[in-house]
């Protein structure tokens, strides 16, 4: 397990990640466009886009699991893409990912979920890792739900056990995947509020990809806006609220029409009609 | 007509990609064995899985495939008032050559198409994908203790049906039949051989064992991460293992009986 010196920046820069020039396609997809972006350390950032605009595919990069086909991806001062198998699974300990699905084990109950990370990198003695599962299940508020199978779990359950699997390791960052996508009300406000008590009592910096303007834009620290491939915009989610950008201000409105068409390219209505 | 040589050149350079990736598979999961080995705990659940769940089938079919070889040899062997040999006709046909092929291919159908559904699900619902980003490799966690559970598996449960079978053969040829009893084991005793016969069923065997297993799991890891993806794969590894089964028994017994 890390030590809290270990966790503490290599260099000691305000800036956890920075991404420069980032290009990245899919087959002919373009998804990135030159996207320069900083994630400042201890924040809560979050990065906001519509369906499809490579939110998830970000984290990807970031995490390592995809490479870049230009610009450089770098946290805590380490190329990512650059980073040999072993320093990538070190780097990889220091980061928590929660998925949107939660990705929990399914043969594994909650409990032996949230002692994986903490079995497969720690000798630590069983009486120990109880401990600690403990106290990360105690944190999400899940402590009773140990022995439930993830099949058992409702979704916003799995989630929090997810983001206790997340933390088991005391991570120094950790990036969420849609994470309020399918809750119901009061899941969601657990979760808004787990992730912002989580990053503050824990000194963590969090990564936030998401759709969901309001409840993201409650908790960030600041926000960027990714679409077609370029940052449309970024600021606080106060300055956000007041762009000038039309296009930053139908996404963040959640208004049908804008830049962004309601209507998908077609043919002229009346002639598509009469031509039947 | 341009058309048609087009997609078949880009079948082609699929069907060449999806070869070298499986080998490039072949070889990360190889390389993470030692990784298992130091963990016996993940093996013997796999073991279990794969190996003993697939036991009542091997030994319902092997039962059934001796007692048919024993009616079916009896009624021509009588002919010739050969049927005291009938324990070397059942015996020959099932370990050289049914107890490794159709252990093959119900060992595909049982253990290998469930090993590719449940690592196909397994990266659909991002399972893999989460190991990763814990810093855990799928393939040395997830991968390699079910490919070295495959290949363990399949030789003793080709051992097993044809066991069962030369019983089944015993129970049909001497219970119901009236062979001499002792012919039929004594026969089976002077005429098959150690080397030539039992040890090149068991080559046979772990052949198979090696391939179907290897093409599930790679099917499973390879897979498009979605529930038709996931079926499409299982379907693959079914057929793909028959195949592979079929075409290696020929090869195998032109190279082992083919002189």
């Known amino acids: 397990m890390q030590s809290s010196t270990e966790k503490t920046a290599i260099n000691g820069s305000e800036t956890l990640v920075k991404i420069r020039g980032l290009h990245y396609a899919r087959g002919d997809r373009v ?27 970000l984290l990807r990069l970031i995490g390592g699991q995809l490479a870049p086909d230009q610009g450089s991806i770098e946290v805590d001062g380490l190329r990512v ?43 630590l003695p069983e009486a120990m890792i109880r401990d600690l599962v403990l106290m990360k ?60 008590l989580l990053n503050d009592a824990l000194g963590l910096t969090s990564i936030i990809v998401s759709h969901d303007v309001k409840e993201t834009a409650a908790i960030s620290d600041y926000v960027y806006v990714i ?9 606080t989610p106060e300055a956000l609220g007041k762009t000038d950008s039309d296009l930053v201000n139908q996404f963040m409105q959640g208004l049908p029409d804008g830049p962004v068409p309601f209507h998908y390219p077609a043919p002229d209505y009346m002639e598509d009609l009469l031509n039947a | 007509m341009l058309e048609w ?17 499986s080998n490039l598979f072949l070889l990360k999961m190889l390389a993470g064995i030692p990784s298992v080995l130091v963990r016996p705990r993940l093996l013997i659940a796999q073991l279990f899985s794969v190996g003993v769940l697939s036991l009542p089938i091997i030994v319902v079919s092997g039962a059934f495939v001796g007692m048919v070889l024993a009616l079916q040899g009896y009624n021509t062997l009588v002919d010739f008032g050969a049927e005291e040999s009938l324990g ?27 090993l590719t559904a449940e ?65 039929y084991w004594a026969q089976m005793q002077s ?50 293992s028959a195949f592979a089964v079929l075409g290696l028994d020929f090869v195998l017994t032109a190279l082992m009986f083919g002189d």
Do not use: C
Request: charged share 20%; no cysteine.
């Open chain 2, 88 to 114: 070397v006709v059942v015996a020959l046909s099932i370990v050289r050559e049914l107890g490794p092929v159709v252990t093959g291919l119900l060992f595909a159908g049982r253990a290998g198409s469930a």
């Open chain 1, 31 to 57: 998804i990135f466009d030159g996207v320069d972006l900083d994630i400042p350390r201890g924040k809560l950032t979050a990065i906001m886009g519509p369906s499809g605009s490579g939110k998830t595919t």
């Open chain 2, 119 to 183: 690592i196909g699900l397994m990266k659909a619902t991002e399972q893999l994908a989460g190991m990763e980003m814990m810093a855990v490799d799928p393939i040395h966690r997830v991968i390699a203790p079910r490919f070295i559970a495959g290949f363990i598996s399949m030789p003793l449960l080709a051992a097993i049906f044809s066991a069962v079978g030369i019983y089944g053969g015993y129970f049909v040829g001497v219970g119901l039949l009236g062979v001499d009893e002792g012919a």
């Open chain 1, 137 to 196: 299940l105690q944190a999400v508020g899940l402590r009773g739900a140990r022995d439930l199978q993830p099949s058992e779990l409702s979704g916003g359950m799995a989630r929090r056990v997810a983001l206790a699997r997340a933390i088991a390791l005391d991570p120094m960052m950790i990036m969420y995947d849609e994470p309020f996508t399918g809750q119901d009300p009061i899941s969601m406000g657990v979760l808004v509020q787990l992730i912002r």
């Open chain 2, 191 to 240: 005429k098959v051989d150690l080397y030539d016969d039992v040890y090149n069923g068991v080559i046979k065997s772990v052949v198979f064992g090696f391939v179907a297993t290897w093409i599930a799991v790679f099917e499973g890891y390879d897979t498009v991460p979605t529930s038709e993806g996931v079926s499409r794969s299982t379907t693959r590894t079914v057929v793909y």
């Open chain 1, 227 to 235: 679409s077609e491939g370029k940052v449309i915009g970024q600021g």
């Open chain 1, 81 to 123: 893409h650059e980073l040999g198998r072993t320093d990538l699974y070190g780097l990889r300990r220091r980061i928590g990912m929660l998925f949107q699905s939660g990705a929990l084990l399914t043969d594994l109950t909650v409990f032996d979920n949230v002692a994986f990370p903490l079995r497969e990198h720690t000798d």
């Open chain 2, 5 to 21: 040589i087009r997609g078949l050149g880009r079948s082609g350079f699929s069907f060449f990609q999806t070869l070298g990736r």
